[in-house]
């Protein structure tokens, strides 16, 4: 196993510079310190506390006026049912699964940005998340994920260009990194980050796994690949999506965990299927209603959607900037194999 420099996973007040854990574009982190572990400082999925932060990531100012690049959210339209997201996954594997749910999260130079949150968790975690019992995690299985997203917050920077100005601190910085010594930048990922925040989305989401087996999902998979969701019958839609067909129906998941939506969910979302009932996510499928009273209860209480760009618009030195790029590609590789 090879071993991964300890500059990395240290964590140091930097000199002059400002260090929150603010959630804000152009802000910048290093995704090394808590690299398999994120779901501990960005809430993605359900967490056993009662605090209500979003974000308590280590953040970094190294960018001056970044205000001048942020794009203008669009306004929100007045007759909108639900200002959200609703969709399907199909999930051939466990891998497919894990990177459908992470799917609005990207992190530039991270093949596999799912990993930064999911390496760390043991299967037992990883059940709990999902939603699923832990004999589903491992063995041939197909899944399907269902999610309702309600957005609230919406932050986006256009792409820095290359004379964007940076502290005199984090300049200072780049001036120590010497071309050749991986130590210089590891230092410099440890004070100043490796990643800015290029754009986010917070709110809350709900959603559901559902198990199949490799036929039964390869039936349905194509049925809906054929004919697309909304020119199947809803009752049709019902069944495959019913203990009848599937292995396992997942619970109903609350992205921050909130205990008052999880309650409605469970309540108000059950399907009644002969002599038993069963929670489902597709009972919101045609039901103004219901969508209704979800955009309410849905607020602004988790992360949705992170995309992380690396600090390279810092360097202005070319040569440099192509070091450190190297540099940040193979601690990624690194992290990434040895996970």
């Known amino acids: ?132 019992n832990s004999s589903f995690i491992n063995g041939d299985h197909c899944y399907v994920l269902v999610r309702v997203s309600r957005f609230r917050e919406t932050a986006k920077l256009k792409d820095l260009p290359p004379n964007i100005v940076v502290e005199d601190v984090v300049n200072e910085a780049i001036e120590e990194i010497k071309i050749g010594d991986t130590v210089s930048v590891a230092d410099f990922i440890r004070k100043y980050g490796s990643h800015y925040i290029a754009s986010y989305i917070t709110g809350n989401s709900l959603y559901q796994v559902f198990v199949f087996s490799r036929g039964v999902y390869s039936r349905i998979k194509e049925r809906v690949k054929s004919r697309g969701v909304s020119d199947i019958p809803t009752s049709e839609m019902s069944n495959y999506f019913s203990p009848l067909f599937a292995e396992h129906v997942g619970t109903i998941k609350v992205a921050s965990g909130n205990k008052t939506v999880e309650s409605w969910a469970m309540k108000r979302l059950r399907v009644h299927y002969y002599i038993f009932s069963y929670p489902s996510l597709l009972k919101l499928h045609g039901e103004p209603t219901l969508l209704r009273n979800l955009d309410t209860l849905l607020g602004n209480e988790a992360l949705l959607q992170l995309e992380l760009k690396t600090l390279s618009p810092a360097f202005k030195d070319t040569k440099k900037r192509k070091w450190f790029e190297e540099v940040i590609d193979n601690y990624l590789k690194l992290w990434e194999s040895n996970m």
């Open 1 to 132: 196993m090879v071993r991964l420099p300890v500059l990395l996973l240290a964590v140091a007040l930097c000199r002059a510079a400002t260090l929150d854990s603010e959630l804000g574009v152009g802000k910048s982190i290093n995704i090394f310190m808590r690299y398999g572990y994120l779901s501990i400082c960005m809430r993605v999925v359900p967490r056993n506390d009662t605090d209500g932060w979003v974000f308590r990531e280590p953040t970094v100012s190294v960018f001056q006026d970044t205000e001048r690049f942020v794009v203008a959210p669009k306004p929100r339209q007045a007759k909108t049912l639900f200002d959200g997201d609703f969709h399907m996954e199909f999930c051939d594997n466990l891998k497919q699964l894990l990177q459908a749910y992470f799917r609005d999260f990207s992190f530039e130079r991270l093949e596999r940005p799912w990993r930064a949150f999911t390496a760390g968790w043991p299967t037992d975690i990883m059940a709990r998340n999902l939603g699923i």
